[in-house]
């Protein structure tokens, strides 16, 4: 039987985290919840009463910040997590706590079983086609020095004269790197021999994105990717937005995700996809509502 680790990373509306646990709740999945470090009132005990059959690990070790080095920490934090259990994993998959499955667990399964090997990882540019690659790269976003505050005025203006600064000056900190870098969504599905490979190679991450990269979590697993054995798996080897990439349905056209409502139902379902986010139970409670019990109908 093949095991699934599905690594989720949640920081708020919890009553919905407990419903995605319950969707994912089966023996074949084994679940690795990393809830912010800075949320302190966690629901620890109700969210573990929402599973009866996962093997459901708590983490809480990481202060995530938007688009700062603190959220490829808590991907590391949890694929460590994984490895570490001494258990074989097919596939990892890394969800948010705002994600939904459009597809039973049997249909997941059989999916990743049809397609083994392969690597649901987002590409939507590389380095030599897309500017706003070449600028999360070749800069220092220096305002991530200041940790908390460097999100905050003044410390953020600062950040951006220095940026244009670095422009006026020509600066490109990354023009010696031999590495084809690759830009995409963070959310992922991989197999347990490139998780372990991602692990083995983190000098890569290190030295190359956790210090002053903007938004290094949607760069540092497809460069790696691009540049290890496993390029040649990936499930779809193209360079766009195709949600296909990840079998994972997310808007960026009607917002930064848009958030899914109930009139969205049949996109959702008809998507050909596994995913999907972004929901949430403030704007829209029935859609989730409804994916809930059309997948636990079936």
């Known amino acids: 039987m093949s095991r699934h680790a599905f690594l989720i990373m949640a920081h708020k509306n919890f009553e919905q985290v407990s419903l995605l646990l319950q969707l994912l709740d089966d023996a074949r999945f084994d679940i690795y919840l990393h809830v912010d470090n800075k949320v302190k009132d966690v629901p620890w005990e109700s969210m ?11 983490l809480h070790d990481v202060d995530v910040a938007w688009g700062d080095s603190s959220q490829i920490r808590c991907e590391q934090v949890l694929i460590n997590a994984a490895m570490q259990s001494g258990r074989q994993y097919s596939y990892l998959h890394l969800p948010s706590g705002q994600d939904l499955p459009l597809r039973t667990n ?8 049809q397609h083994v090997g392969r690597q649901f990882v987002s590409i939507g540019h590389t380095d030599i086609d897309d500017s706003l690659t070449f600028e999360d790269l070749s800069k220092y976003h220096t305002y991530r020095m200041f940790g908390k505050k460097g999100q905050q005025q003044p410390w953020r203006k600062m950040g951006d004269l220095l940026s244009h600064a670095q422009m006026l000056l020509g600066v490109n900190r990354d023009k010696s790197c031999a590495l084809k870098h690759g830009k995409g969504a963070n959310w992922f599905s991989i197999t347990g021999d490139f998780a372990q490979y991602v692990l083995d190679h983190w ?4 030295s190359h994105f956790m210090s002053r990269t903007l938004c290094c979590d949607e760069l540092f697993l497809q460069t790696i990717l691009l540049n290890s054995p496993f390029s040649a798996d990936r499930y779809i080897n193209e360079f766009d937005s195709d949600p296909h ?17 109930l009139s969205d139902f049949e996109e959702l379902m008809d998507s050909g996809c596994l995913f999907a986010r972004k929901f949430d139970t ?6 989730v509502e409804k994916i809930a019990s059309t997948i636990a109908a079936k």
């Open 282 to 287: 403030a704007v829209d409670a029935p859609i």
């Open 106 to 113: 049997d249909e997941i399964c059989r999916f990743f079983e």
């Open 203 to 206: 000098s890569i991450t290190e």
């Open 48 to 58: 573990q009463k929402s599973v009866t059959e996962s093997d459901l690990t708590f």
């Open 245 to 261: 990439q990840t079998m994972r349905l997310i808007d960026w056209n009607r917002g930064a995700p848009y958030i899914y409502r």
